[in-house]
């Protein structure tokens, strides 16, 4: 019988590194994509609340925590990173299983700044992009997310696909700001 | 250069892609007749000054806007929700 295993998108790749920054994997974490049905927005706000103690996101916003956290995804639509959806969000909204469908890394350090700021076009002065703050955004023309967790502490997403490009990029990004 | 998205904010021109001229929001009705099917598709004017474009944020929150802009000063003087101005009529 063949055994299957399952390899996330960066394994192999991370972590790194480069002088005062990390690059790590994050996950495997269960994220799915939440988009209200029309006219249903304050109903499935209601629902994520009390099922999982998470506030709707505003645009640009992130709310939540480590393990039960909703990332502003783009417009009408959330998504939920962490726990398994419950069943009552699906009534009011159309549900998709993201889990597999992205690299996800986290930036840390002082300096992580310095290298995104190389990669995309983000305003990322800290009293622009704050904690909190996330952002649909361009990296090295890749469709990202980007959230910044903590004062140094950076999540990036971008389709799995890209996994080895992001990485590299990153990488590039790293040991310049390193060599400054 | 810079469009500033009703939903995202102020971003750069990298995170958007250009659709060209905003026919799209006056479409003939289907039975209209040859000239404005042939004038919708084709006919663009190329004006220096004011324009109005359509944009797409699509590495951003994946809107479709309106851009009104100045082709000679390349100022931006408004930005809206392509949904918006369906919904308006
Ligand atoms: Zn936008």
Same mark, same amino acid.
């Given at each position: 019988?063949?055994?299957?295993?399952?390899?996330?998108?960066?394994?192999?790749?991370?972590?790194?590194?480069?002088?005062?920054?990390?690059?790590?994997?994050?996950?495997?974490?269960?994220?799915? !994509?939440?988009?209200?049905?029309?006219?249903?927005?304050?109903?499935?706000?209601?629902?994520?609340?009390?099922?999982?103690?998470?506030?709707?996101?505003?645009?640009?916003?992130?709310?939540?925590?480590?393990?039960?956290?909703?990332?502003?995804?783009?417009?009408?639509?959330?998504?939920?990173?962490?726990?398994?959806?419950?069943?009552?969000?699906?009534?009011?909204?159309?549900?998709?299983?993201? !889990?597999?469908?992205? *690299?996800?890394?986290?930036?840390?350090?002082?300096? *992580?700044?310095?290298?995104?700021?190389?990669?995309?076009?983000?305003?990322?002065?800290?009293?622009?992009?704050?904690?909190?703050?996330?952002?649909?955004?361009?990296?090295?023309?890749?469709?990202?997310?980007?959230?910044?967790?903590?004062?140094?502490?950076?999540?990036?997403?971008?389709?799995?696909?890209? *996994?080895?490009?992001?990485?590299?990029?990153?990488? *590039?990004?790293?040991?310049?700001?390193?060599?400054? | 250069?810079?469009?500033?998205?009703?939903?995202?904010?102020?971003?750069?021109?990298?995170?958007?892609?250009?659709?060209?001229?905003?026919?799209?929001?006056?479409?003939?009705?289907?039975?209209?007749?040859?000239?404005?099917?042939?004038?919708?598709?084709?006919?663009?004017?190329?004006?220096?000054?004011?324009?109005?474009?359509?944009?797409?944020?699509?590495?951003?929150?994946?809107?479709?806007?309106?851009?009104?802009?100045?082709?000679?000063?390349?100022?931006?003087?408004?930005?809206?929700?392509?949904?918006?101005?369906?919904?308006?009529?």
């Amino acid at each position: 019988m063949i055994d299957l295993v399952a390899k996330s998108p960066c394994a192999d790749l991370l972590p790194l590194d480069i002088g005062t920054v990390t690059l790590t994997e994050v996950g495997p974490e269960r994220m799915t !994509s939440l988009a209200p049905y029309r006219g249903r927005e304050a109903a499935l706000a209601t629902v994520l609340k009390q099922a999982h103690g998470v506030t709707w996101p505003a645009p640009n916003r992130a709310t939540g925590r480590d393990g039960a956290r909703a990332l502003w995804f783009g417009q009408r639509m959330a998504l939920l990173v962490g726990p398994a959806p419950d069943a009552r969000l699906a009534a009011e909204a159309a549900l998709s299983d993201q !889990s597999d469908a992205w *690299a996800v890394v986290t930036l840390t350090g002082p300096g *992580a700044r310095d290298v995104l700021a190389r990669l995309t076009p983000l305003d990322l002065r800290p009293d622009r992009f704050k904690r909190g703050h996330t952002a649909r955004s361009d990296l090295r023309h890749m469709m990202a997310s980007i959230t910044r967790l903590g004062a140094d502490r950076y999540r990036i997403m971008v389709f799995r696909g890209f *996994a080895e490009t992001l990485v590299h990029d990153l990488r *590039a990004a790293m040991e310049r700001v390193a060599a400054r | 250069m810079r469009i500033t998205c009703p939903i995202c904010g102020a971003r750069d021109r990298r995170e958007f892609y250009y659709m060209g001229a905003a026919v799209a929001l006056d479409r003939p009705v289907p039975e209209a007749d040859a000239a404005a099917w042939n004038a919708y598709i084709h006919e663009r004017d190329n004006p220096a000054g004011l324009t109005r474009d359509l944009w797409y944020h699509e590495a951003g929150c994946g809107a479709w806007l309106v851009v009104t802009r100045d082709t000679i000063s390349h100022e931006v003087h408004g930005v809206t929700l392509a949904s918006d101005m369906r919904a308006g009529g």
